[in-house]
Each structure stands twice: as C-alpha cells, then as structure tokens.
C-alpha cells in the first residue's frame, strides 16, 4: 500500500487538457470537433438506406461521440472544481450547442435505421462492423419510431440548447453562490451538507434551519427554474404523445412493469425501517428526530478518518473481492483521478466523469474525514471501475443505462461497510457502522422515493400550468410523509430545490435508478458471497454486458431471475432487514 501515502487530494487534469480553461489545447480540440461535426451533420442528413453508408456513419459517429465526451467531461470537471470559474461555464455553453449537433446526426440515424425492413435488419446487423454496437442501433430503431419527424426532433433538439439545458446550468449558478454561515465560516451548500453527518444535534439543527432559510431566500428563482425546465419537457412530451415516465424508463431499460414491482416491494417493507427511526431517536435521547436527524452516528464522538486511510482501507476490501479492482482502485488514487479536497468554492456532490480517448475517469467529492465519506468515495471508485471495464468496447456498446450504472458504485461500497463492519473491534463500534449502512437503506426506500413521488406529483399539476412555489412546497411535504410514513418530526419542505437531480436535462426522473442500482447491486453481491473464487470473472463479464443489454435481460443471464417478478426485490430488501434485526439485537447486548 506504499502508493497510497500522503495522497494528493485535488485531481490531475492536466493530463488530459494542460492549462485549464485557458488551455489552448483544449481551444484547438473544440474547434477541430464543431468542423468535423458540422461535416457529420452533412453526411447524416442525406444518409441513405444503404449497409455501406450505414457502416461509415456509425464509425464516423462513435468517434466524434468520444471526443466530444472527452472535451464536455473536462469542462464539466472545471466548474464543478471551482464555481468561479467563468471561462469554464462560457465552454459549457458552447458544448452544448455542439451536443446539439450530435444530437441532430443521432436523430438522422434513428429515422434512417427506420427505412429498413425487418429481413434488411437483420442482415445489416449481421455486419462485421455493426454487430458489436447491435444492441444500440436496434434501440435507435425503436425509439424512433415513438419519436416527431426528423426535422422537428432536431429543431426541438436545437431550441433545447438555450432554453431547456439552459435551465440547468441556471439551477447549478443559483446554487453555487449559496453560502451557508457557520461559526464565522462561510460554507458551500456541500460543505454544509456534510455537516448533517456531524455527532452533535445542536449543530445538526442550526445547519439544516440554515440550509432551509437560505434556499427559501432562492426559492422563487429555483422554483421558476424547475417550471420552465420541466414546461419544456412537458411540451415535448406533448407532442410526442408520451407521458413523463416513458423517457426515463427507455434511457432506464427496463419495463414499467419492473418499476412498480419494485416500489410495490419496498412499500410493504417500510414499517421496518420506520420502526428503525423511532429505536434511534430513542437511542439518542432525542425529544425531536428531524430531517436533519436521519444520518446522524449513534456515538458522540465520531472517528475522524484520514484520507490516506480510507484510501488504503478501501484498496484492502477490494482486493476480498477482485483483485483487478483492487489494483484499479489503487492506481486511480496514486494517479491523482480524484478530485477529495474541502474548500468553499465547489459544486456539492459527487460524480464520476469518464475521458474515453484519454482512457480514464474522474471522480468529485467533498471529503471531510467521515465514514460516509469513506463510503462515497467507495461509490464513486466503484463508478470509474465500471467505465474502465468497458473501455476497450466501441463507443455505441459502452452506454449503459442509469440503472445499471448504479450496480458497481453500489456494490463497491457494500463491500466496504461490510468489510468495516466486520473489522469492528468492538459491539458498540460495529453499532455505528451498521447503523451507517441502515441509514443508506433508508435513504434508498424513504428519501429517494421521496423524489420520486414527488416528481410524479409535481408533473402531473405542471400539465396544467406553472405550479406556484407554495405548492411546490405542498408537493414536497406530501412526499416526504407518504415515503417516510410519518416517521419524522421535522420536515424539510424545501428538500427539492436542494437538489440537482431534479434540474439534470439529460437524465430526466434521475431518481429510482439509485433504488434499483442499490437492490440489484444486492443480487450481484450475492454472486460474491456465494462463489468468492470466480466473482473478479462474472462480475467483469457482467459489466461489459451493460452497454448491450436491458436490465431484465442482464439479470436473467447473470443472476438467471425475473425482474418483474417480485421475488428478486423480496430477497433482496431482506438483505436490509437482516441489516435491521441485528442492529437491534446489538443493542440489546450493549445495553
């Protein structure tokens, strides 16, 4: 573990593009892309039915495809590092109008993908050329048969640019000149957030009140973001003749059939976890168990754990489970991919961003020394690994879809808490740490449906007009109650404007894939606990199917069960309550 002392915890990015946003590398790059997209764009809109031509395209397509995710993850990267960074939101906005190319040449493809016969199809497909990326084209194919003309996709696709993703990165500014007051410190909403996790109650509360006054003083600006992002949507939707579930659950794969067996699960599960609240609050002698509560550690004094430990203690439980993630793992810490320091001026939140030419990833966190935070950057690891084990797959066979890319992050920090859990040296520390993995299953069955109901909601007034942000307010509320059960004291009505997943255009309803990575993730760890010897190979076999199948397809293949059936989310939410069953007979064996 010699790599992984005194580690760098700012990324390198450099590597990828030297100078920033003033690199002139990166300038260059830019330019070259809009010429050989516009080019592409030449090419698609006159593509005929031909294999030859289809073949050119797709190869042409993949490539421009991965330079320009090389260049939008760079920029990405720089403002989310810093916030003030103007130069870098000016870039953002210019890839946008050059993801709006690419779109264009996508949707060129999915009408000429159409024109062929089923017979053609399939012998096209056959193609040394296009076999690999089959899977792809063939969703093209269908999806856009549920789609407008071309010429009016594109044109939908070409407004999006200033008006619905300008939304977005309106929600991102409002956001990142919050500043939070704390004992003579000014934080960033992340930086405030991760005190939520802080021992002491009194500080618990005063942040999260902070938190909630400060986004209420935003709250007409957020509010007025969210109706305009989601009237276009709505819009779109109108005219395509599809209902806001239908876009989220083909970027998803899977069936709306699976969705609801899952919440239905879950739903009859709840009172356990309900039950979990009422024994914490209990355990921590509280009069009031709020929002603010729900993650805070049973001790008084939580451990504070050095970057360069939960470095090494995470490379040491992968290394239990795969030795390829393990070496991985190690080398994107000791390479500078991740990106852990806490200061003031960052996006909050966390994510991992992939440079497919460069061939690596990057991962963003706020680390502040806690054990959750030794978890997400678990997660986050866990992320890079699974672009890594794609990376030698064509671009088109690569894209996984929102649910599965929650598999391996999730997975990733299983094992870790289970690994840490398991290393306690004591009753009580191993309290804290299972109670640290309960509260993860509640913030998957309580909070996360808590978006989703209230997302459902909010879209359903939203088709009658702008909704007024008292109601908003309402809709949150109401949320929140159904999903917790009435389990807390305090509420936190301002809970949607706090966060991004509701403001990301590209990933509409970002929402259940957490829930579903995180209860499948539950299946492919029982592969591990089952048949430790062969899990590296099935795992990595399972990954690189991602790109190329449904989630009902992967799970019948690798885990051989029916999503759509509940007996799989059964067994899995049972794993959760295992969890629960022994956190309170710890308990009682700690008195």
Same mark, same amino acid.
């Given at each position: ?6 580690? #760098? ?108 016969? =089923? ?99 935003? =709250? ?159 997660? =986050? ?151 430790? #010897? ?32 509940? #007996? ?24």
């Amino acid at each position: 573990m010699s790599k992984l002392e005194n580690l #760098d915890m700012t990324w390198d990015l450099d590597k990828i593009f030297p100078g920033g946003s003033e690199s002139q590398e990166l300038k260059d790059t830019i330019d070259t892309l809009e010429k050989e997209l516009k080019d592409l764009a030449g090419k698609s809109a006159h593509l005929a039915p031909r294999e030859e031509e289809l073949a050119a395209l797709v190869k042409e397509g993949q490539a421009l495809w991965d330079k320009l995710r090389e260049v939008s993850a760079f920029v990405t990267c720089l403002v989310s590092q810093n916030q003030d960074d103007r130069k870098a939101k000016l870039l953002e906005g210019k890839l946008r109008q050059l993801q709006a190319v690419m779109a264009g040449v996508m949707i060129d493809l999915e009408a000429a993908l159409q024109q062929f016969s =089923e017979e053609e199809w399939k012998k096209i497909t056959a193609h040394s050329d296009l076999s690999p990326v089959k899977f792809f084209l063939s969703e093209l194919r269908e999806r856009g048969r549920d789609k407008l003309e071309a010429d009016k996709e594109k044109l939908a696709s070409d407004l999006a640019v200033e008006g619905y993703h300008a939304w977005s990165e309106m929600y991102h500014t409002i956001v990142g000149d919050i500043r939070i007051s704390h004992r003579d410190k000014e934080l960033s909403v992340g930086q405030a957030q991760n005190l939520l996790s802080t021992p002491d109650q009194s500080i618990r509360r005063e942040v999260g009140d902070r938190l909630e006054e400060a986004f209420r003083e935003k =709250e007409h600006l957020i509010s007025s973001t969210l109706n305009n992002l989601s009237g276009y949507r709505l819009s779109l939707y109108r005219h395509r003749e599809w209902d806001v579930l239908k876009e989220p659950l083909m970027m998803s794969r899977i069936s709306r059939e699976t969705l609801e067996t899952m919440w239905d699960v879950i739903s009859k599960n709840k009172d356990v976890f309900t039950d979990y609240y009422r024994k914490k609050k209990e355990f921590l002698g509280l009069d009031e168990f709020g929002w603010y509560d729900r993650s805070a550690p049973l001790s008084t004094e939580a451990p504070q754990v050095s970057y360069d430990q939960g470095a090494r203690f995470i490379v040491e439980q992968f290394h239990k489970a795969s030795r390829d993630l393990a070496e991985f793992a190690e080398m994107a810490l000791a390479n500078r991919w991740v990106e852990a320091e806490d200061r003031d001026n960052k996006r909050p939140g966390g994510f991992c961003t992939s440079f497919p030419l460069n061939g690596e990833s990057r991962v963003f966190m706020t680390y502040s020394g806690t054990s959750r935070n030794v978890a997400t950057l678990a997660h =986050e690891l866990g992320h890079a690994y699974h672009q890594w084990a794609l990376r030698d797959l064509p671009s088109f066979a690569s894209r996984y879809p929102m649910t599965l890319a929650e598999t391996a992050s999730t997975l990733a920090e299983q094992v870790v808490s289970d690994a840490a859990i398991e290393a306690a040296g004591s009753n009580r520390e191993k309290l804290d740490l299972l109670d640290e993995k309960i509260s993860k299953s509640c913030t998957f069955f309580m909070d996360i449906h808590t978006r989703f109901l209230f997302e459902k909601a909010f879209y359903k007034e939203r088709g009658s007009g702008p909704v007024s942000t008292d109601r908003i307010n309402e809709l949150m509320l109401e949320a929140q109650k159904e999903a917790y059960r009435d389990s807390l004291d305090h509420w936190h009505p301002r809970f949607w404007a706090t966060r991004l997943h509701f403001y990301l255009t590209r990933v509409p309803f970002y929402n259940f894939p957490y829930t579903f990575g995180y209860l499948f993730s539950m299946g492919v760890y029982g592969l591990y606990r089952k048949n430790p #010897d062969n899990f590296p190979e099935i795992y990595r076999a399972l990954l690189r199917d991602t790109g190329s199948m449904t989630a009902e397809e992967l799970a019948q293949k690798h885990l051989n069960v029916d999503l759509k059936k509940p #007996d799989f989310w059964e067994e899995a939410v049972k794993h959760c309550v295992a969890d629960v069953e022994k956190f309170y007979s710890l308990l009682q064996e700690t008195g």
